[in-house]
């Protein structure tokens, strides 16, 4: 899978995102080692906290599926109707969700077009992880 295609597909699943009171729409496309890519937007709450974000929905898509070794996540965020003008990077919340099963090495890439992009590890992201093997 190239990186561009997974950032197509995080712009598709942006336009599910359900925002009506932020306004602020994000998409994830995140690819299993398995080949499989699992796609998810933000869904927010009338109560705001149960707001979920499209990090963790892609997420809990595919571990609800079975899987549980992740290579790589693109992300994808703007105002609704608006081009994205900067990147969106994982909240701290979704940094240890992914931490749990994509580890320090999960690329992460963070983009405003297919052509226009960063990418970075989760382990840049979140220096000194707590995960897993600190309760071996
Ligand atoms: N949001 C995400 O879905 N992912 C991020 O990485 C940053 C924030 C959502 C949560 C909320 O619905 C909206 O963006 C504004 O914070």
Not at 1 to 10: C, P, V, W
Not at 54 to 75: M, P, W
């Given at each position: 899978?190239?990186?561009k295609?997974?950032?197509?597909?995080?712009?598709?699943?942006?336009?599910?995102?359900?925002?009506?009171?932020?306004?602020?729409?994000?998409?994830?496309?995140?690819?299993?080692?398995?080949?499989?890519?699992?796609?998810?937007?933000?869904?927010?709450?009338?109560?705001?906290?149960?707001?979920?974000?499209?990090?963790?929905?892609?997420?809990?898509?595919?571990?609800?599926?079975?899987?549980?070794?992740?290579?790589?996540?693109?992300?994808?965020?703007?105002?609704?109707?608006?081009v994205n003008s900067?990147?969106?990077?994982?909240?701290g919340?979704?940094?240890?969700?992914l931490?749990?099963?994509?580890?320090?090495?999960?690329?992460?890439?963070?983009?405003?077009?297919?052509?226009?992009?960063e990418?970075?590890?989760?382990?840049?992201?979140?220096?000194?992880?707590?995960?897993?093997?600190?309760?071996?």
């Amino acid at each position: 899978m190239d990186t561009k295609e997974l950032i197509r597909r995080a712009f598709e699943a942006r336009k599910y995102a359900y925002t009506p009171y932020s306004h602020f729409q994000v998409g994830a496309a995140l690819l299993a080692k398995s080949g499989k890519v699992y796609t998810g937007c933000n869904i927010e709450s009338a109560s705001y906290t149960p707001t979920n974000c499209a990090e963790r929905t892609a997420l809990f898509k595919a571990v609800s599926e079975g899987e549980r070794e992740f290579a790589a996540i693109a992300i994808v965020g703007s105002k609704e109707g608006e081009v994205n003008s900067l990147i969106t990077a994982p909240c701290g919340v979704c940094r240890q969700a992914l931490y749990e099963f994509g580890g320090p090495d999960l690329a992460v890439i963070m983009a405003k077009s297919e052509e226009d992009y960063e990418e970075t590890t989760l382990g840049a992201l979140l220096p000194y992880g707590f995960g897993p093997a600190n309760l071996a």
